[in-house]
């Protein structure tokens, strides 16, 4: 096995001052999350937006970091971001056909 | 004998066209595949936000034509907390992890980072916890007038979280299989792969919630 096991495990890992900090940015936007969520700007246009970039952050770190699919193959890349792909573009259709969308 | 040491050695060797290990391959495949589903979850409940006739709701306060009053039944602080225990559990699973791929290496040994049955414990642990806020938060609407058939927010919410947990206790189950493996015979950086799956898995869950929490609980 160990060939190919070695090829798919001594790839670079993050170390654990990177995983340390990638846990304190991720409490930390969640609290921003929160925060914002009780002061006024909840009212505004740019809420929405503003808490779904914050969402898509944490997101994107945990699979870069903590899934450290930053650092693995090409392959594994693809079987993820495909179906997400998909994924996405099948709930902002939804949303469209069911007007929850609109251009 | 000669037999004996060939189905051995046979039993550690993957050739692979790809290179790469089958499980892994397979696991990346299906958390694929789960992006799907949590879509088409999240998906209906957006569709069904907002368009439930009758209360409980989410964010707004309601009062039934009887003249009964219910409050907005989401609990931002207790999620935040849960969300907050998600989170932690990630750390912890990625530093099980760790200690299992470097054990014996220097800075590992003799060290809490090197103690891979503390960090899988740890997470099992936040898993539950994060289960038990969940328990507490149904069994509070369920209190409140909200049920799975109450309302289209109900039917919704509780099927999208409902799912997300049922997949948060597949995975506490599979941690505390793994720590029963790691208290049995000890685990080595051989099993890394074993490990690194079930990381995979509950990292999965973890982003799942983030969504959850950001489309659910944040925006009204």
Redesign the interface.
Known sequence: ?????H???EHE??T?TQ??W??IV??AI?AV??WI?YTPF?DSPL??PV??I??AV??AI??LF??HLKYD?K??KA??T???I???C??MA??FL?K?LSI | MATASADHAHEHVHYTTTGLDHRKIAIWAFIGSECMLFASLISTYLIYKGRSIVGPFPHEAWTSPSGQKFNAILNIPVTSMSTFVLLMSSLAMVLALAAVENRGKPGYVGTALGNSKLWLAATALLGATFLGFQAFEFTSFVHEGLTIKTNLFGSSFFTLTGFHGAHVTVGVLWLLTLLAIDFKRGLTPKDALIVDICALYWHFVDVVWIAIFTLVYLIK
């Open positions: 096995m160990t060939d190919h096991h090829a798919d495990h890992h993050p654990w995983y340390k990638v846990a991720l409490t969640t999350e929160v969520y909840k809420f929405v808490l779904l914050m969402s944490k997101f945990v699979v903590y899934m193959h392959l594994f079987l993820f495909g179906p997400l998909i994924a996405m099948t709930i939804l949303l069911f929850k």
